[in-house]
């Protein structure tokens, strides 16, 4: 079992910066390749982001690129989500999930899940 928790959320104006956390305890997380996904109201959960167990890799939807970095600090059992230049399209809840596979972008491959942290942005 692998318990995640996300914090670092909250309403920032068009722009702006936030770095999303999620922390994990439980299993050994670097055994874990990481990702984040968000929801917006009305939508399906999306595939945001995702970075392996070895840190080598990482992949990012088309919507973030240039905008969004995935980091991971397996020392401190603890994913982040630097986002740059906010877009009021980037409403949503955010999660952090964790996958046994290497490299996945599909929901249904990811065994474990957050509770999501709220982002807001302003126009």
């Known amino acids: 079992q692998v318990q995640l928790v996300e914090s670092g959320g909250g309403l920032v104006q068009a722009g702006d910066s936030l770095r999303l956390s999620c922390v994990a305890s439980?299993?050994?997380?670097?055994?874990?390749?990481m990702g984040w996904f968000r929801q917006a109201p009305g939508k399906e959960r999306e595939f945001v982001a995702l970075?392996?167990?070895?840190?080598?890799?990482?992949r990012y939807v088309d919507s973030v690129k240039g905008r969004f970095t995935i980091s991971r600090d397996n020392a401190k059992n603890t994913l982040y989500l630097q986002m740059n230049s906010l877009k009021p399209e980037d409403t949503a809840v955010y999660y952090c999930?964790?996958?046994?596979?290497?490299?996945?972008?599909?929901?249904?491959?990811?065994?474990?899940w957050g509770q999501g942290t709220q982002v807001t942005v302003s126009s």
């Open positions: 970075i392996a167990m070895n840190n080598d890799i990482t």
């Open positions: 439980g299993r050994t997380f670097s055994s874990y390749s």
């Open positions: 999930a964790a996958t046994s596979r290497l490299v996945t972008t599909q929901r249904s491959n990811y065994d474990y």
